[in-house]
Nanobody, 123 residues
Framework: QVQLVESGGGLVQAGGSLRLSCAAS????????MGWFRQAPGKEREFVAS????????SYADSVKGRFIISRDNAKNTVYLQMNSLKPEDTAVYYC????????????????WGQGTQVTVSS
């Protein structure tokens, strides 16, 4: 079993930055692709970014490409999402997740999920 705990969310003005962290416990994340997803009120959960086991493969949603950066530190069993140039439409609950796939953007490919952290971007 893997337990994932997100942190770093909060309220920020448009154009600002936040860095989300996802800490894992239970077992090492070194064998898992990790992903970030988000869900805004009244909307379906959507893919944000994913990173392969070694960090050599990355994938981003078009809506965040060039603004968000996903990274991982396997020694710390932690995954990060650096969010820059935030927009009001980035407001959502952000979730991290772990998958056995090499790299995945489909939420159904992820087996473990955190509880989420709220990100609110004011205009």
């Amino acid at each position: 079993q893997v337990q994932l705990v997100e942190s770093g969310g909060g309220l920020v003005q448009a154009g600002g930055s936040l860095r989300l962290s996802c800490a894992a416990s239970g077992r090492t994340l070194g064998n898992n692709c990790m992903g970030w997803f988000r869900q805004a009120p009244g909307k379906e959960r959507e893919f944000v970014a994913s990173i392969s086991r070694s960090g050599g493969l990355l994938s981003y949603a078009d809506s965040v490409k060039g603004r968000f950066i996903i990274s991982r530190d396997n020694a710390k069993n932690t995954v990060y999402l650096q969010m820059n140039s935030l927009k009001p439409e980035d407001t959502a609950v952000y979730y991290c997740a772990a998958s056995a796939d090499t790299l995945a953007s489909n939420a159904r490919r992820y087996d473990y999920w955190g509880q989420g952290t709220q990100v609110t971007v004011s205009s």
